[in-house]
């Protein structure tokens, strides 16, 4: 695997290593002593599938609030996304700084979101997939997010009039969550 780190202090973005013959190829996805080596969190303790079956779908912008705050990393398992992570750690010098990364299932790249970022995505092509491993459980009593079109952070996501739940719409706004 190769890791790159974002702008994010933290946040990676992780391409495959191919191994590849006329068969095809073979690439290690995931390695916790490559993990433990960058010193990112390699506790797998949940996946998740989202499915979107339209462009422009948006899920986020999420995360766990304490105690129960979670690593994750996502990958594109069919179509593509942009991919999205926020840093909302209090004493990090790239506090509320967004990144994103395009994930595709042609591209195979993971986006690594340490503890204590929100993290969000918007689909680019109908009959799109994500697969998320994350280090902690659900904790739906710790279940947040903050605004998607939040003026503070002014993510230009990449598909106008997206599809977002009612639920993401109500997030607060960061002025509001501090």
Excluded at 53 to 74: C, D, F, I, N, S
Excluded at 113 to 134: I, N
Excluded at 159 to 166: E, F, K, L, R
Aim: with cysteine; glycine share 6%; net charge negative.
């Amino acid at each position: 695997m190769r890791f790159e780190q974002t702008p994010l202090i933290g946040g990676f973005t992780i391409d495959l290593e191919r191994l590849e013959d006329d068969r095809g190829f073979f690439a290690r996805s995931f390695c916790q002593e490559e993990f433990l080596a960058r010193g990112l969190d390699p506790v797998v303790a949940q996946c998740s599938v989202s499915f979107n079956a339209r462009r422009g779908t948006l899920r986020g912008l999420h995360y766990q609030a304490k105690p129960h705050e979670e690593a994750k990393l996502v990958r594109c398992t069919r179509g593509a996304i942009w991919d999205v992570i926020v840093d909302l750690r209090e004493q990090s010098a790239t506090r509320y700084h967004w990144h994103a990364a395009e994930l595709t299932a042609d591209n195979r790249r993971a986006l690594y979101v340490p503890r204590g970022f929100a993290h969000g995505f918007q689909t680019l092509t109908d009959d799109s997939e994500v697969f998320y491993q994350m280090s902690e459980f659900y904790h739906p009593e710790c279940a947040r997010g903050i605004r998607w079109n939040d003026p503070i952070l002014a993510i230009p996501w990449p598909v106008a009039d997206p599809i977002v739940s009612p639920r993401d719409r109500k997030f607060p706004l960061l002025q509001d969550v501090g």
